[in-house]
């Protein structure tokens, strides 16, 4: 650990808090964050030597594990042709066909760098589409570091108790209302309260930002029912669960489809890409065609294009199938860890997510995670580190499996979970 400590002491005095995005700085959990020289497949190394079954997986983009070859190659590939142009690209469009044949909501798709310009430029042609000022999201959710978005906001913002963020005068987030995720009704009760101000709807339709929530049964069909009849635009964020839980996201597996979707992670293979898409009538209100500005010096980056080609074309079904398989397997390896230890614990799994609450029996929204014991957290994350498994430093983030990820990691990840949690 010496090499990471001295270098997280010299990243703080140039950087604030030592990290370019928050969680990264373990505050959550305590200790040092490891400072990381090299990945492989499913593990990763630190510039001490030590070596992690990494479950964190680049917080979700990195679905092949780490260094894939043919992610590698068609990175090198492109940039030997160079790494940018600012001009358009053939793979640009071999990318917008990918997307839009993975997701039939999605007529034309905009690329941008990053999921927090994809939620940002989403919520932008949403209000310019409807005429109407108003967005309305759920507690818990993160959609990047979007102003009118930084209210009751999930992941690194509900890590560090900061759901509403300084900085963000209240003139911003005025036009945001925040229902609790699962209450149909009270999204209702907003809709009808104000019949012609609501734009958008933003959700993840599964969550990941607080730790891994499900949509109770019917909760995403009645968001699609209640926003059609009240003239507001359906976005799901599937920043994460976009390539992850199938190729087509949620929308996908539930046969929704939503009116604009945010796309990023896997999308660009580990390199920085985002995306938004939805109908031709709305997404065309985008300029050069419409009126609604949205740029990007990067959008479309050869080598992200590239990185995002190789990973999208390898994905199919025997996939998605590998990924539940292992999920399903390290789900009932926990379980019966739980079972055997008596441990109170809600463990929450889609396909190749997962979180473990500690001191909760189920977890539905925001106020329930926030009642999950953080502490005990803390201690099984430095106990699973311990013995070389390097999960999400905060409670309320998602684990993640891979491709790259075996029985035989996922076993040694149950065992070291019943030492770890019989330790504690
Ligand atoms: N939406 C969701 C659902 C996310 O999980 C994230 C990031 N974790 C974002 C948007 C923002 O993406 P980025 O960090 O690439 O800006």
Redo the contacts with the bound molecule.
């Keep these: 650990m010496k090499r990471s400590e001295k270098l997280f002491a010299e990243a703080r005095r140039v950087i604030p808090g030592g990290v370019n995005s928050p969680v990264r700085a373990w505050k959550a959990v305590g200790g040092t964050p490891r400072f990381v020289s090299r990945g492989q497949g499913a593990r990763l190394t630190d510039v001490d030597g030590r070596s992690y079954v990494d479950m964190v997986c680049s917080?979700g983009p990195l679905i092949f594990g780490h260094a894939h070859p043919g992610v590698l190659r068609a990175i090198a590939d492109a940039a030997a042709r160079g790494v940018s142009f600012g001009a358009p690209t053939p793979g640009e469009v071999e990318l917008a066909r990918e997307i839009i044949t993975a997701f039939p909501s999605i007529d034309k798709v905009r690329l941008v760098s990053?999921?927090?310009e994809a939620?940002m430029s989403a919520i932008r042609v949403a209000r310019a589409f409807t005429g109407r000022p108003g967005l309305l999201k759920f507690s818990g959710c993160?959609?990047?570091h979007v102003d009118a978005l930084l209210v009751r906001a999930g992941?690194g913002a509900a890590t560090f108790g900061t759901p509403d963020s300084e900085g963000v005068p209240e003139a911003f987030t005025a036009l945001t209302r925040v229902a609790e995720y699962n209450d149909l009704a009270a999204v209702e009760a907003m809709l009808r309260a104000t019949p012609r101000e609501i734009a958008a709807v933003i959700v993840?339709p599964v969550v990941?930002?607080m730790g891994v929530v499900l949509p109770k049964t019917g909760f995403l069909e009645g968001l699609r029912k209640l926003t059609r009849r009240f003239g507001a635009l359906l976005i799901f964020?599937e920043?994460?669960t976009g390539f992850r839980l199938a190729k087509g996201g949620v929308q996908e597996l539930t046969g929704i489809a939503a009116d604009l979707t945010?796309l990023?992670k896997i999308l660009g293979g580990g390199l920085p890409v985002?995306a938004f898409g939805g109908r031709t009538e709305i997404m065309d209100k985008l300029s050069p065609l419409g009126g609604t500005y949205q740029a990007g010096t990067l959008s479309g980056n050869p080598l992200a294009v590239a990185a995002g080609l190789a990973t999208l074309r390898e994905l199919g079904p025997k996939s998605y199938a590998r990924l539940e398989a292992l999920g399903a397997r390290l789900e009932e390896r926990l379980r019966r860890v739980l079972r055997d230890r008596r441990i109170r614990a809600a463990l929450h799994r889609a396909g190749s997510m997962w979180t473990l609450f500690f001191g909760v029996d189920r977890v539905r929204n925001f106020t329930e995670a926030r009642a999950a014991d953080t502490k005990a957290y803390a201690r099984f994350f430095h106990g699973m580190l311990e013995r070389g498994f390097y999960l999400p430093p905060s409670q309320f983030e998602a684990a993640f499996l891979s491709l790259a990820h075996g029985e035989a990691e996922v076993d040694e990840a149950a065992e070291a979970a019943a030492e770890a949690l019989s330790a504690s």
Excluded: A, K, P
């Design positions: 917080w990053s999921g927090t939620t993160y959609h990047g992941s993840e990941g930002n964020d920043v994460i945010c990023g985002g």
